[in-house]
């Protein structure tokens, strides 16, 4: 099939009924297109979804075979390591898979370092200006080497889960409910933000959304803090300082989309934005632990606002609840945008209109919970359609999460430990460690050079996802990640070559973590070793050439040995197969 | 070469991953590349050897604190805390148009306008405006109404047209990719119906990282995976050409320093790829960061600093190749901001002012300041000339050389689709036409001056005003946007002071002229509108 068949259209028939960009809304179509690519995963025709053989939410009855497993593991965590596809294909069938990784009574995890309950403000009782801009760099630095932990902690715990769903779904929230680490500025709010999205991950959207509408980061990141009205937050008089950026994307990117799903309509008009900033008003991020939203009546204009065709003394409650009131069953409005965003991060990049249809009515059905709806979508036969399993393109994290989980690569976990100066940089400005620099070279240096730093989408519609990570700039960084970690790791076997980075790859002993190794033929091991990590197994092509790599030296099978070269050129060849890059 | 082999010696020679470059791309026969194939990879309808160069400035920026109109009290009162126009700032009024004046931190592109290179076009904006980023950007990439919801760009069906048949797939060793995106955002601007017509690059890739893939063809009949598959390779397989072409040119260095900044560093990858002869024939380079809902006074500072240094050292860049006069740049946001601050920023607005900048371009402010008294829902008026299609439109006539026809196709409808309720666009005369030497003096050019000719539009006949400081020779001659002279009104030695002059204009055609008062030592000109 040529490439441009597969722009157009996926080659596939549009759905009876079921028009090109509507549906999408500006959630999808045009971004889609946007998609980066030229190349991107779409022509200028309407992006097509699959074509399935169920498109609603029926649930899937035929065998629940290790392809299935493996599938269902693939989407709903980082990377499948061989373990933990054997510890849950032990648990002997989809539901109680789905039970582990659907599980609402985890936890969250403990606090990472005592650092998150504090806020680092500026000193204002200093009035020397170079005291005051030594003091005001210091502690922004401080906090940005913080955050960085922050978003090691996190990538740490991603790749550590071998059980649960919940911090794939809360990465996908934070694609949703997007702050930047970079304008938040606080390593604490950030870790608030982070245990929000987990809290209710699984948990009830309206309540969800009442959350992130008060949370500290995103009161900073979408200037509610600034959003105020007769008195500043110290008390002095401004008269209208109404700031409209949360009010628009609450809207647009985070609850109803700028159109409605049924009329192709705009949700609401360039007054309502206007108006739901007034009613937004008065909102101020906390600075003591637990860090929360402060709402400071003198801050908040309690006059009359007319809002989606109401008029009356509105504030946030009131704007929640007429915006989820939108739509017929109520609220569908806000549960197809928002379910769309689910169906885009756990089946495929192209929205299917009557699968996530199905979708937001259940959400509306089910009062707003959640898990309902990934138990639905989970055990669908949508889901586990042959055109849905490994269609979809790995996420830069999730690139990065299954070469470490699937090839075992090891690092130090998350060191927790404070960070405190270690000298001063030529202008006089404090220089802090960085405790976790493995971590920081995944997060961010591979993170940033793929286009997914963790934390830090580059807008508040977050990363398209799907063909839009695959392009001319981002393709030669995956290989070269490929090689930096498998081919030619950064240090082998933990010894600190390069500089305090230590990624270990012993290709030897991973070879040797798979059935068969030691006894049975390598055509067989290698089997089953490229079955599991490519998401096609490779034709008689790519299976001649992989194994005349692990054996270069054309030993005679038997006497096959595991050499860390040999193995490590098999690893990344394997890794750099477009093959990996499917989900 | 086969992987295998390649990685058996590998090991043996203990050499790193670039050899596999260096080993794929010295099997291709060397091509040689030099200038004039700026035309020949444009296969077929591209008129000329044009380029343009399209600079995103993304989140929406701040048109009234770029282009201050310093003396409009309104402008002070709307703005009470961010207003610039304050003792203290040293913001470039302009030498011909003393109501405006550039930020002060973009001293650095200030000689570029003083120079005549840069025209700026008030007000450019749509009806029914669309204050979100991702729709105000959707519709300026994909050039429709503000009601009509498209896939394509409007770049993207530009180059479809002019290389039918082209497939990323089969593009050829040596060949230059037809347009190019750099810069952290990507768009739709380059997609046509076919396909993707740009490439995204990070930075002028690494030469020749090419391999020879053993692959499995995909299977007739395949599942969706297969397809993405599918689209996987051909991305790698774009990816090593387009490498491969890298790694066979003579990639020229930079001839002046660029400024240290992710922007400065992708204008200077673009004036490379024009100089080393890339046929390339439109870059869209992204500076990001002017959504200041906050901050605007010192954030927009910042980026427009960085962004006026960029511009000048790339100009001066483009002009030490001796390639400027066939490189234009414009700027475009998705949407300008609102008059009124919030307190420490500006929400979204509607329109605002853009740069087109290059040597051939017909410096000067075109249109009216902004009206900041009769707004519309908070905002901004536009200006009907500069509709955003008609600036398109513009820079596809008569700096690309594109045919009305094929504007049309562009702008309006194809292929069953209809972008646009509008059919005629008005083309502005922002280009010297050819055969007609852009004007070269530099301040001199302020001792003249030459009025807006009226009464404009001309029925009939209009009346020219201009002063000249010294008595020297003076031509003032008319031009269609075509670039035929009209009439020479004026070739002569005139005393210093003020003249006026009559046109007749009954037996012209109705449309844009550009009239022109020239000495030896320096120009003006400005347009003029004739109808019957």
Not at chain 1, 219 to 234: F, K, M, T
Request: hydrophobic share 40%.
């Amino acid at each position: 099939m040529k490439r441009r068949d597969f722009l157009s259209a996926s080659g596939l028939a549009t759905l009876a009924g079921v028009s090109g960009v509507t549906g999408f809304g500006s959630l999808v179509g045009p971004s889609r297109a946007s998609a980066a690519n030229h190349s991107g995963g779409n022509s200028g025709s309407a992006p097509q979804p699959l074509q399935t053989l169920s498109s609603d939410l029926s649930p899937f009855t035929g065998s629940f075979s290790d392809t299935e497993l493996r599938h269902l593991l693939r989407r709903s965590m980082l990377g499948v390591s061989f373990a933990q596809f054997t510890a849950m294909k032990a648990l002997g069938g989809m539901q109680p898979v789905l039970d582990k990784l659907l599980d609402t009574s985890l936890p969250l995890p403990a606090k990472p370092t005592p650092y998150v309950d504090e806020l680092l403000l500026a000193d204002t009782t200093i009035t020397d200006p170079v005291l005051k801009l030594k003091d005001q760099t210091n502690k922004a630095r401080l906090e940005a080497m913080r955050s960085t932990q922050v978003r090691n902690w996190w990538l740490d715990l991603m790749l550590k889960n071998d059980t649960s769903i919940r911090e794939k779904m809360a990465l996908m929230w934070s694609n949703h409910f997007v702050v930047g680490s970079s304008v938040v500025g606080h390593a604490g709010y950030l870790y608030q933000y982070t245990q929000t999205l987990r809290q209710y991950a699984l948990g009830n959207l309206k309540d969800f959304v009442t959350a992130i509408s008060t949370d500290p980061a995103m009161l900073v990141y979408l200037n509610g803090n600034q959003n105020y009205w007769g008195q500043d937050p110290e008390g002095n008089t401004v008269g209208d300082h109404v700031n409209e950026n949360f009010g628009r994307e609450l809207m647009e990117l985070f609850t109803l989309g700028r159109l409605d799903p049924i009329t192709q309509q705009p949700n609401y008009t360039e007054l309502d934005i206007q108006n739901a900033g007034q009613a937004l008003s008065g909102w101020q991020p906390g600075t003591t632990a637990p860090f929360q939203g402060e709402f400071i009546s003198t801050c908040h204009n309690p006059g009359l606002k007319t809002f989606l065709g109401r008029t009356g003394n509105y504030a946030l409650a009131d704007v929640l609840g007429l915006i989820f009131g939108k739509g017929t069953p109520k609220g569908y409005n806000v549960a197809y945008f928002v379910c769309q965003k689910i169906y885009t991060a756990f089946v495929y990049w192209i929205p299917n209109p009557t699968v996530v249809d199905a979708m937001a009515k259940l959400l509306v059905s089910s009062n707003w919970e959640i898990a309902p709806v990934m138990q639905a979508l989970l055990s669908s036969a949508h889901f586990y359609d042959v055109n849905v399993i490994s269609a979809h393109i790995k996420s830069p994290i999730e690139f990065i999460g299954s070469v470490i989980r699937e090839f075992e690569v090891t690092y130090p976990p998350f060191d927790p430990k404070s960070i405190d100066v270690i000298g001063v940089d030529a202008d006089g400005f404090n220089q802090y460690p960085d405790s976790n620099p493995t971590l920081t070279y995944l997060s961010e240096t591979l993170g940033g050079a793929l286009g997914q730093m963790l934390l830090n989408p580059p807008n508040v519609k977050g990363w398209s996802l799907g063909a839009d990570w695959i392009n001319e700039k981002t393709f030669p960084q995956r290989q070269a990640s490929v090689a930096a970690i498998l081919k030619y790791p950064i240090t082998f076997d933990g010894s600190a070559a390069a500089g305090n980075i230590s990624l270990a790859f012993r290709a030897d002993t991973w070879a040797q973590t798979w059935p068969g190794a030691g006894t049975d033929k390598i055509s067989i091991v290698v089997k089953g070793i490229e079955s599991h990590i490519l998401g096609i197994p490779p034709g008689p092509l790519e299976t001649e050439d992989l194994y005349n790599t692990i054996n270069a030296l054309k030993l005679p099978e038997v006497e096959f040995h595991y050499s860390p070269d040999y193995g490590a050129l098999y690893a990344a060849a394997l890794a750099e197969y477009p093959e990996f890059q499917l989900i | 070469m086969k992987r295998r082999e390649f990685l058996t010696k590998g090991v043996q020679l203990g050499v790193a991953a670039n050899a596999l470059g260096f080993i794929g791309s010295a099997m291709t026969p060397i091509q040689a590349f030099g200038r004039s194939p700026l035309r020949g990879a444009l296969s077929t309808a591209s008129t000329n050897d044009n380029i343009l160069v399209l600079v995103q400035l993304l989140g929406g920026n701040d048109g009234l604190n770029c282009l201050v109109p310093v003396k409009d009290p309104q402008y002070t009162a709307l703005r009470p805390n961010l207003r610039i126009n304050r003792s203290g700032i040293d913001l470039k009024v302009l030498p011909d148009h003393d109501s405006l004046a550039m930020h002060d931190r973009m001293a650095a592109a200030f000689p570029l306008y003083t120079a005549r290179k840069m025209a700026i076009l008030q007000n450019v904006g749509y009806a029914n405006p669309e204050l979100s980023h991702f729709r105000g950007a959707d519709i300026v990439h994909t050039a429709t109404d503000s009601n009509i919801y498209k896939h394509t760009g409007w770049l993207g069906r530009l180059l479809s047209d002019q290389n039918p048949g082209f497939d990323p797939t089969k593009v050829v060793a040596g060949s230059s990719p037809l347009g190019v995106n750099l810069g952290s955002a990507t768009s739709n601007i380059f997609l046509a119906k076919s396909g993707g017509m740009g490439v995204p690059l990070s930075h002028l890739p690494d030469a020749g990282n090419s391999a020879a893939h053993n692959y499995d063809p995909i299977p007739s009949n395949p599942s969706t995976a297969y397809q993405t598959l599918d689209f996987v390779r051909s991305v790698q397989k774009e990816t090593e050409v387009y490498s491969d072409t890298i790694a066979k040119r003579a990639i020229k260095a930079n001839r002046v320093t660029y400024p240290s900044t992710e922007f400065a560093s992708n204008m200077a990858s673009v004036a490379q790829m024009i100089a080393s002869g890339f046929s390339t024939k439109v870059y869209v380079v992204t500076h990001s960061g002017y959504d200041h809902h906050s901050n605007l006074l010192s954030g927009q500072a910042g980026l427009l600093n960085d962004l006026s240094e960029a511009l000048m050292a790339f100009q001066n860049d483009l002009e030490a190749f001796k390639v400027a006069d066939n490189v234009v740049t414009m700027t475009y946001s998705e949407f300008g901001r609102r008059p009124a601050e919030n307190g420490s920023g500006t929400d979204h607005g509607t329109s605002y002012p853009l740069f087109v900048i290059g040597t051939r371009v017909s410096g000067g402010v075109r249109g009216a300041d902004p009206d900041l008294v009769n707004l519309v829902n908070n905002n901004l008026n536009y200006d009907p000339d500069h509709e955003f299609r008609n600036v398109y439109a513009t820079v596809l006539s008569e700096w690309l050389g594109i045919s009305d026809a094929e504007i049309s196709n562009v702008l309006t409808s194809s292929n069953g689709e209809t972008y646009s309720t509008i059919t005629k666009f008005k083309k502005l005369g922002l280009f010297w036409p050819a055969g007609v030497a852009p004007e070269t003096s530099q301040s001199a050019g302020f001792g003249l001056t030459l009025g807006q000719n009226y009464p404009n539009p001309s029925r009939g006949s209009t009346t020219i005003e201009f002063a000249i400081p010294q008595s020297t020779h003076v031509e003032l001659g008319v031009w269609d946007v075509g670039g035929r002279e009209i009439a020479r009104i004026v070739d002569g030695t005139l005393a210093a002071g003020p003249h006026r002059a009559v046109l007749a204009t009954g037996s012209l055609a109705e449309g844009t002229y550009i009239y022109r008062l020239k000495t030896p030592l320096s120009q003006i000109t400005k347009q003029m509108t004739v109808v019957r």
